[in-house]
């Protein structure tokens, strides 16, 4: 058990729809990530937040969206939801966005399935 | 331009063998992190290992192993006495400075037989 919890662990929605997926960091990480995992793309950064910043956008598309509350928690909202969005969507989370040797770890991941 | 390339789609090693995963990675800035990930068919992302581009040692964390050639710029991870429970997904990845993510590579499956 990493420490980095997220919910739901699945999803099924349809096209058109709209998301919210949850992320809780391990106690004391400052930093958020979150990746898309998917069979054609591959692992894929999305977005950075730090203590409440954005810090980094990835590949990350204008239908989504994230943002990192004062209690630290993450939120990635997705919109007008597509089939090619279905997809493994993992946060992890690191005490520090400094020091290149900062571990991430990872939450067991959102499995979201657009149909 | 990709940064991390895994060559290797799948593979089979028996049970107590060793089994070597290649990653390559291409950067120009001197400092970076290597990072090595396993993914069993659960799905979860699990560290294994870490290399420093200024480390001297190759990294070794109980029976995984980094062969770190720098200058061919591979990292390669050598799993030993390979066990039925190793058989997932590996990732290699790597962290350039000022920039906060990991990218990954496409990823290794390893399948180990009794």
């Known amino acids: 058990d990493s420490g980095v919890t997220q919910t739901p662990k699945h999803l099924i929605t349809a096209t058109g729809q709209r998301v919210t997926l949850r992320c809780s960091p391990r106690s004391g990480d400052l930093s958020v990530y979150w990746y898309q995992q998917s069979l054609d793309q591959g692992l894929q950064f999305l977005i950075h937040y730090y203590n409440g910043e954005e810090r980094a956008k990835g590949n990350i598309l204008e239908r989504f969206s994230a943002q990192q509350f004062p209690d630290l928690h993450s939120e990635l909202n997705l919109s007008s939801l597509e089939l090619g969005d279905s997809a493994l969507y993992f946060c992890a989370s690191s005490v520090t966005n400094r020091g290149l040797e900062a571990e991430q770890f990872f939450g067991p991941g959102t499995r979201l399935t657009v149909l | 331009a990709q940064k991390i390339t895994q060559t290797q789609p799948g593979m089979f090693v028996q049970e107590k063998e060793a089994v070597t995963l290649d990653c390559t990675y291409d950067?120009?800035?001197?400092?970076?992190?290597l990072f090595w990930y396993k993914q069993p068919s659960s799905g979860e992302m699990i560290f294994l290992i870490y290399q420093g581009s200024y480390d001297q040692q190759n990294a070794t964390e109980g029976r995984y192993s980094l062969n770190f050639q720098k200058a061919r710029k591979s990292a390669n991870l050598v799993i030993s006495a390979s066990q039925l429970g190793d058989s997932a997904m590996y990732f290699c990845a790597m962290r350039e400075p000022n920039d906060y993510k990991l990218s990954f590579g496409a990823g290794t499956t390893v399948t180990v037989r009794a």
């Open positions: 950067t120009s800035d001197p400092s970076y992190g």
